[in-house]
Structures are given as structure tokens and as C-alpha cells.
């Protein structure tokens, strides 16, 4: 049960998410977190429960920042591990975009194809 990321190129990928999170602070009720490695072929569980219904953003890079899955949802993510809320930055975070994933009502398991 969760949401799932896939890595089905032949580059190790890092991932970062963000997810609903009430009440988190900054005034937004979302937090996103990373960095997920994953090895070619490779798959890493983000978090465990009902996938569905659910809104998610998802940025992924190889380790050499060649390639990417971005989208228009910008946020800061730092080059370190991270759980922050969205609106949270530092001074070594750089602006990424996110792309948006809609899991359906339903749904127990979701994943995310990198390709």
C-alpha cells in the first residue's frame, strides 16, 4: 500500500515530493520531502496508506543533472535530505518545478514510471 517511484532508465535517479500535510507552516497545508535514491530498474516506497484519492508533486534528476521530470510547481529543494513545508527554502536550496500526480479515489497503491 503507498505511493511508489520507479526508475526504469539506466541512471541512478534522485526524487523529491511533496505531499497534503494540514496545518503545516508558512500558512500552506502541503510539505515536501527527498531525496529518494533509486537505482536503475530500481523502485523506493514514499510513504505508506491509501495512495487515493490524492494530489502529488513530484521532481526526479540523475545523479548527474543531465535529465530531469519537472513540471510548473515551483519549490525550494536543498542538495541535502529534507521533510520540510513548502514554503520552506535555504540559502543552498535551488527553485525546481514540480509536476502535479492525481491518484484516483480508490486507489491503494500508486506508482510513478520514470522513463
Known sequence: MGLYFKNGTSDTLFVAYGYHAPGCEGGTNWAKKGWYRIAPGGTAKAFSG???????????????????????????????????????????????????????VGILDHTVRFT
Request: contains cysteine; aromatic residues 18%; positive net charge.
Open 50 to 104: 491509501w495512495a487515493g484519492p490524492g494530489k502529488y508533486f513530484v521532481f526526479a534528476e540523475n545523479e548527474s543533472r543531465t535529465r530531469a521530470w519537472s513540471g510548473p510547481f515551483f519549490t525550494q529543494l536543498p542538495s541535502r535530505a529534507f521533510d520540510w513545508c513548502w514554503n520552506t527554502g535555504s540559502t543552498d536550496s535551488r527553485t525546481l518545478g514540480l509536476l502535479k500526480i492525481e491518484v484516483g
